[in-house]
């Protein structure tokens, strides 16, 4: 049986940030094309010599000037016409950074590159909406039995910082007494004998994550029940 096949293969990333207890997700403008001056993903064409992996990890370095810790495959986007230009089936990754370690620079294909918070993203270009839509979907299910989220931390916080981050993810109030109970329950944090002075509410001791615990959990896995308010 013969047929003819032209279909090319992309990468797209859903690059998940959080500053001030606010989710942001990381977009850059088109500078070129049919899509040119909309948002979007970071993601290109893959390279005939080079990985799924390897052509995501380019692309956002090219494009955003951004190196992330952690990057997993979300799901794979087929739809006949989600390009207008030729018929691309695009492998998108998700990945989460903290804002304040990088500095964005775009380039190549990029006019921009900006962090949108996840509440106001605007009409992207492609099928990108829904990407990011399932990106969300993943990593709110996926706290819950799998310690990721902590990349969006700095190395040093208070507790609070952690129950807002889940509680920023989930967009609901979480039964903190429960939470804090559990989570040190895992043994993943470490009281690093420092004391965080807010200007306003009282003094909290420090903690950093133990690193041995956090690579266990990671890859085995855990259950984590939250409780809401």
């Not at 992309?10 to 990381?26: C, P, R, T």
């Amino acid at each position: 049986m013969q047929f003819t096949q032209n279909i090319k293969v992309a990468v797209d990333a859903v690059v998940y940030g959080y500053s001030n207890n606010k989710l942001q997700i990381l977009l850059i403008q088109q500078k070129f094309g049919i899509e040119k001056n909309k948002w979007a993903l970071p993601g290109g064409f893959v390279k005939d010599n080079e990985t799924l992996d390897q052509a995501v990890i380019r692309e956002l370095k090219e494009e955003t000037g951004v190196e992330v810790n952690y990057l997993e495959q979300l799901y794979s986007f087929g739809e006949i016409d989600r390009d207008k230009r030729e018929r691309v089936i695009s492998i998108a990754y998700l990945a989460l950074i903290n804002p304040e370690n990088v500095i964005l620079k775009a380039a190549t294909d990029a006019k921009d590159a900006k962090w949108f918070d996840v509440h106001t993203i605007p009409d992207l270009a492609f099928d990108h909406n829904e990407i990011v839509k399932t990106g969300m979907t993943r990593l709110q299910n996926k706290i819950n039995y799998q310690p990721i989220g902590f990349e969006l931390l700095n190395k040093e916080f208070p507790f609070s910082e952690i129950e807002n981050l889940y509680q920023t993810l989930l967009n609901k109030k979480i039964d903190r007494r429960n939470f804090r109970k559990k989570i040190m329950s895992f043994g993943i944090l470490e009281d690093t004998g420092k004391i965080y002075k807010p200007s306003n509410g009282r003094p909290a001791k420090m903690f950093r994550f133990n690193h041995a615990k956090y690579k266990e959990f990671e890859s085995k896995g855990f259950h984590f029940e939250i409780r809401f308010a």
